[in-house]
């Protein structure tokens, strides 16, 4: 098997995606390797981003989106009992 060579644009772009998603270069090349580094570098821009929204109180806390669902489910589930009456 041939040993991986990465060219220096891609090594510059392996080290700036594992400094952003707090990982080693090492680290971070398995997860390129499996998905690319297109999907690895939106992932890792859309957990910061879901991780700023948190610290900002943009999120729901999930005790009310499991209420918020639950809710939901009962109401699709009484609909569907009051139809088959």
């Not at 109180?57 to 918020?68: E, K």
Request: net charge positive; glycine share 6%.
């Amino acid at each position: 098997m041939k040993p991986l060579v990465l060219s220096a644009a891609q090594q510059r772009r392996l080290e700036k995606l594992a400094q952003d998603a707090g990982r080693s270069p090492a680290q971070t090349l398995k997860f390129v390797l499996k998905d690319g580094f297109e999907f690895c570098e939106w992932e890792v821009r859309e957990s910061a981003a879901a991780g700023q929204a948190a610290r900002g109180g943009d999120a729901i806390p999930n005790d009310q989106v499991q209420r918020d669902a639950q809710r939901i489910i009962d109401a699709a589930q009484a609909r569907k009992s009051r139809k088959a009456a």
